[in-house]
């Protein structure tokens, strides 16, 4: 805790050690913030045209600390079509896009896979923004040169480059009474050579409850019990640009974190919680990835990208007696750990052919190695090899007319699957589940009415593989492992449109309608008593998405966004969808009376979603933030707000209720132009 402590005060000092004069901050244009000069280009994969990414959305970094977004899943929640849902039990941050979760969305950090070798997933709370330049998301339709198990999307945060001989941004702050967050990046670019690094760390002793909140036999309100936790990473970028047609990068990126699982609240009478409460605690949830990066031009036209990476993941659960948390030893306490890796890297070649085709292919190889072990049984090991091959094209036909097909082929070989005999204490493997083959291909077609204005169509068919948990768990003894599973599959159709009505007006809708064949889905009672993930589901998600941006006078702009979403589940219609609203709006006021002050006031509607496949709903919400920030001088801004003004108690999934209202004091300090 005295290091923790040292750190803050460190950065409380920097801002006032070797000064540099800056200009006023200039004029943000938010109509269409595309890209800023910190972006780490590198570590973008988008489909870039007439200048401009297409086919996605971006959270710039100006968006996500004006709205205070410490969260990587809070920060897309701002994107029409993107929904915040969590896993009450596991007290992990998640989202889905357009009804999508995240084993169909992977996640990328500069196009490098983070997601969990185990069951694909990844806690986005684990995952800050004090060190990113940018978010993309994709939407239906992602880069072939993702690689695979993109089948609803993609999300790639980006970080950062510098672009001054010495540069560095920071921030402290507190979080009510009982949390602080503190972060440092800093940069510099020497000549062919350039460095970036960054610290932070997030700590929160419990968030508050709403007084609204009526205790009950295992949370008395107020602070809200075994709900800590403490995330701190580090980071550092090294880069060498011999020429203007070649670039060479090294990484390393350390996350270390501990949560508390808040116990259940709800009145469930089918949820097992109820009897039967869980009291886990995540001593562990530790990443390390090291990662090389290069680029090189070949010609005029042609480019040959490459990415190497190595990625730890070490988490461990420890499910104790009671809320005591101090012993272990009923039946359903336990010690769990992984320790898991992955390692692999992907190669992508570029060239324009004939003026009109901007071609491009990619090779992705990825290894992933589970290990897990609890306390009465040895290591067990999973591992599977993944293979793909891709191509796109962006084929400008006319100035008016543009066309980007892709096509992909991966394939998914299980190396090893072990499993643990209690009975003779003995490990055995799983049958061979032989190699499984996917296909993926797309085609997006655009027209361009007049300057500012596109309307366009989509189509993609994307798969996804079973993970090593869909095929090999046992759940805890209730249910049948099933290695012989086929990948998802989704057809994704789209119309969209984008016009800039003026210099004041940006409109963006787009209609959406996706069929979902092969579902991975756990079935009931294959044998007495016990269930199997099989390719037993269909399904068909459709919806709308509205987004207006309008700059009202000079200093007052204004966002909303709206989306509409509709799941039917088409092999059984009484088995309901979960975690995601039918409607959600979310829309801010942003007022800047001069360069210096700035004043935010943010709303966010979900209606009612389901938190049970049988019919447990939570109720539609509405939350209101204010945010105030003022700068000091050339290198420091004051920021203060409030979230959840109204004190509104709400949940995203049932029996797990939401932080009521808090607020937050931050001090940026920097010395470029913010």
Known sequence: MKVKKLFI????CLPFIGLAQESERATLDRIDSVRNDKVFQLGEVIIVANQKPELSTRINLHQMESQNKLEVSRAINMIAGVNLATVGPRNESMVTVRGFDLRQIPVYMDGIPVYVPFD?????ARFTTFDLSAIDVSKGYSSILYGPNSLGGAINLVSRKPVERFEYDGAIGMINSDGYRGNLNVGSRLGKFYLQGGLSYLHRDAFRLSRNFIPTDHEDGGQRDNSYRTDQKYNIKLGWTPNEKSEYVFGYINQQGNKGGPVYTG??????LLKKPRFWKWPQWNKETFYFMSKNNIGTTGYFKARLYYDKFINSIISYDDASYTTITKPYAFKSWYNDYTYGGNIEYGTTIAKRHHLKGAVHFKKDVHRERDLVQPVLHFIDNTFT????DVYKISEKWLLIPGLGYSTRDNVTAEEYNSDDETISNFPDAGISEAFDGQIALFYYLKEGHKIGGVFSHKTRFATIKDRYSYRLG????????????ATNYEINYAGQASQKLFFQTAFFYSRLADIIMSVDNVQPGKSQMLNAGRAEYKGAEFNVNYQIIRQLFASINYTYLERRNLTNPTIRFTDVPRSKIFGYIQYQPDNKSELTLSTEYNGSRYSTSYGTAVKDFTLIDIMGSRKIGAHLRVEAGIKN?????????EGFPEEGRNFYVTIRFFNRNR
Request: glycine share 10%; aromatic share 8%.
């Open 120 to 124: 694909g997933y990844v806690d986005l």
């Open 478 to 489: 209730r249910a049948i492992p099933n290695p012989g599973l086929r990948p998802e599959t």
């Open 267 to 272: 009145s469930d009478t089918l949820n097992a």
């Open 9 to 12: 005060l460190g950065l409380c």
């Open 645 to 653: 003004l109204f004190d509104k108690n709400y949940s995203l999934v």
């Open 389 to 392: 091959i891709g191509v796109e």
